[in-house]
């Protein structure tokens, strides 16, 4: 006679681990850098040129997710928060000739400002209008990094709305179509500033360390300093891996 087994709990699918992801932000002269944000690069040209070694292609996150989806591997995401002019200049020679791309974060409400967000300076440019256009011609992705640079965990409702929703339509207007991914400003998030992302129409968002949330609007991250070299740059690789050996007890997405 057979067990009758209606009464046994149905066990959910385990999550998978999210991707790795790489956070970086300048690229420039790491000389004078009081949050430890600026790589030069020559830097980043080695930690490229490890990862290739490792069979690793560097891609944007929505790239990424395709082929996660798709089931290919030997990938790894790139970001660069704050679309900081220099990437023009310094990066984005590198990636290509690694043949790499990466997804950009950028401030629609500070086009050729400055990070005036960071009290200790430096001071350093941001993207023009066209030079966002440069680089979405170059084959970067372009995502939205709220209007201005604000903590979206402490503002109003209206406010919170300006930065995730009216800055995926103005950057809607300047690229032609409104972009896929949202990065946190300060990698910090909750699950109201989630819903927000969510309803804009994003389909990801980057955070750092999302704490409990979890899922495609919850995305862990690695920041990469000039002081990562090989050692530095494969531990924390592993961390990530057993930080996030599943998706997390609080998916949000």
């Not at 690793?56 to 082929?67: F, N, Q």
């Not at 899922?215 to 990469?224: E, M, N, Y």
Request: proline fraction near 8%; glycine fraction near 12%; hydrophobic fraction near 35%.
């Amino acid at each position: 006679m057979a067990a009758d087994t209606s009464a046994l709990p149905v066990l959910a699918p385990p999550r998978r681990r999210p991707p790795w992801i790489l956070t970086y932000h300048s690229v420039g002269d790491p000389t004078d850098d009081p949050y430890g944000i600026t790589v030069s690069a020559d830097r980043l040209d080695e930690q490229l040129t490890r990862l290739r070694r490792r069979g690793l292609t560097g891609v944007g996150v929505s790239e990424l997710l395709r082929a996660r989806a798709a089931g290919h591997r030997g990938l790894v995401g790139l970001t660069f928060d704050d679309g900081y002019a220099d990437f023009l200049d310094e990066a984005l020679p590198v990636l290509l000739s690694h043949g790499c791309t990466a997804t950009v974060f950028v401030l629609p409400g500070r086009p050729g400002g400055s990070n005036e967000w960071d009290p200790l300076g430096p001071r350093k440019p941001l993207l023009t209008e066209e030079g966002v256009l440069t680089l979405a011609a170059s084959g970067m992705e372009i995502g939205s990094h709220g209007m201005v640079h604000r903590d979206l965990t402490a503002l109003s409702d209206d406010e919170l709305r300006r930065e995730t929703h009216c800055s995926r339509e103005a950057l809607g207007r300047l690229l032609g179509e409104p972009p896929a991914g949202f990065c946190y400003p300060y990698g910090t998030v909750d699950r109201r500033v989630v819903e927000s992302v969510r309803e804009a129409g994003y389909t990801y968002g980057c955070a750092l360390v999302p704490g409990p949330l979890s899922g495609p609007f919850a995305l862990p991250r690695t920041h990469i300093s000039h002081a990562d070299r090989g050692a530095r740059l494969r531990a924390k690789e592993v961390r990530h891996r057993l930080r996030h050996r599943s998706g997390g007890p609080g998916d949000a997405g």
